[in-house]
């Protein structure tokens, strides 16, 4: 019998997300301010600790200036983190680092709520201001 407890399973490191993905299109009403709320419940990544897999829902809310997230490109961006071992506070923060990059907004939020593993639910918001 194989014992379970204690495996770890392989995963790629941060180098596997591909910010060069993501792509835009000019916002035609910069003067106005307009929220845009993006929401999916197939986030995922992996736990670095075990390599398991963890899931979760992904929302980003920005108000553009002068660009809008792709809504495809964004997808396959978000696709790359499946392979990819990272702690949920640092999936945040790059998620945000890499959005902010790609489209420079006026404001952005980016929340992952985690789902329950452990008996422990995490939920973790970063924001940016420009």
């Not at 379970?4 to 009403?29: K, S, V």
């Not at 929401?39 to 980003?60: A, Q």
């Not at 964004?74 to 890499?98: P, S, W």
Request: aromatic share 10%; glycine share 6%.
């Amino acid at each position: 019998m194989v014992e379970a407890e204690g495996q770890r399973f392989d995963f790629d490191g941060l180098e596997a997300i591909r910010p060069e993905l993501l792509e835009t299109f000019d916002y035609e009403y910069p003067d106005r301010e307009a929220e845009v709320d993006i929401v999916t419940d197939e986030w995922n990544c992996v736990c670095p600790f075990s390599g398991l897999p963890d899931f979760g829902t992904l929302r980003i809310r920005y108000v553009p200036a002068g660009v809008c997230l792709e809504l495809k490109s964004l997808k396959y961006y978000l696709t790359t983190f499946r392979t990819v071992g990272v702690y949920q506070e640092h999936a945040a923060n790059r998620i945000l680092d890499d959005l902010v990059a790609a489209s420079r907004p006026r404001r952005m939020e980016v929340t992952l709520d985690y789902r329950l593993r452990g008996g422990l639910h995490t939920v973790v918001t970063v924001s940016h201001k420009s």
